[in-house]
């Protein structure tokens, strides 16, 4: 008899702790410990505050992404609608999710016991080149990333094909605008036209409207983030990247910081893009993270707080 009732609570905990079973309160690794800059100036040219990019190179100079912790303060009142589509091509958003994006720092937070030893995978300025040679490989390493995708990528039939099949394949397609322009030098109605007009492409393509949005460069604005949100749309920078620079533009050298540079920590949420190089070195970046104890976040694990509570 209590053999039983322990038996059972045993199963209830294995299955509240999700797949892995590991209770970890080390969250927090990188929550408030660097200057917030809410709205601050930072400006598409100067960025490096508290940005963990390589303390190697000129972070100045990607030609790309571009770092800033824009920081959105809090996620709450967010009225996500998850309607819409009825097709059962995957479940479109986590039940119940287990991880939050830290907005200040884009790192993800585990939501009570879930596994804190997570890195998450983001790969944008999708479909380009190697978006889908990627995702295969991502596929047969069974594990996830979010494909950040610009509407410039998806003009042709081909392209939308590429697109339509990564999701399918069971990737998540994050928002990361129409033409890829800093949004802090766009009208509020130009911003509106770069981030819903995606979202309205996207669905029109996989059935799904994105759940995440990642800026151009990481510049946020007020007005994007505010409606960001109302689109249910998680925000998210990242907490380091190097295939933008040149010393990284290379398989070897990429898949050696990916996994070695001081900034790998529980929640690190890792940019990566469309490029050769990447593609290259992706396998190898995967199972070095792994061999480093982390987890692949599966990125359909990620909702905001207020997913998780019951209100109202
Ligand atoms: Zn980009």
């Known amino acids: 008899m209590k053999k039983w009732i322990l038996s059972a609570s045993l199963l209830l905990l294995l299955v509240a702790c999700g797949q892995n079973g590991q209770v970890e309160n080390e969250q927090n690794s990188s929550s408030e410990n660097q200057a917030e800059e809410n709205d601050s100036v930072v400006e598409e040219d100067e960025k490096e505050k508290d940005v963990p990019v390589s303390n190697t190179e000129d972070p100045k100079k990607e030609p790309e992404e571009e770092e800033v912790a824009d920081s959105e303060e809090d996620q709450n009142e967010k009225e996500k609608e998850d309607s819409g589509n009825e ?87 994050g928002n990361h605008t129409m033409t890829h322009k800093s949004l802090r030098q766009l009208t509020e109605e130009e911003q509106y036209e770069e981030i819903v007009l995606l979202s309205d492409r996207v669905e029109e393509i996989t059935g799904e409207r994105p759940r ?22 998680i925000a998210m920078n990242w907490t380091y990247g190097y295939d933008w620079e040149t010393d990284y533009m290379d398989a070897e050298a990429l898949a ?57």
């Open 256 to 312: 050696d910081i990916m996994v070695n540079t001081e900034f790998l920590n529980s929640g690190a949420n890792l940019l990566m893009h469309d490029r050769e190089w990447t593609k290259d070195a992706l396998s190898d970046i995967v199972k070095g993270l792994q061999g480093k104890g982390y987890e692949i976040l599966d990125p359909d694990l990620i909702g905001t707080e207020d997913d998780s509570v019951e209100t109202e």
């Open 212 to 233: 995440f949005f990642r800026a151009p460069f990481g510049t946020n604005t007020d007005y994007a983030l505010e409606l960001v949100k109302q689109e249910g749309m």
């Open 87 to 173: 097709d059962q091509v995957q479940e479109p958003s986590p039940e119940e999710p287990q991880y939050v994006v830290n907005p200040t720092t884009s790192a993800l937070e585990p939501i009570g016991d879930a596994n804190s030893e997570v890195v998450l995978l983001t790969i944008d300025d999708a479909p380009d080149w190697y978006a889908l040679e990627m995702a295969t490989t991502l596929k047969e390493l069974g594990v996830k990333a979010i494909f950040f995708v610009n509407g410039h990528f998806l003009e042709t039939e081909e392209e939308q094909g590429v697109l339509k099949t990564i999701y399918e394949m069971g990737f998540p397609i």
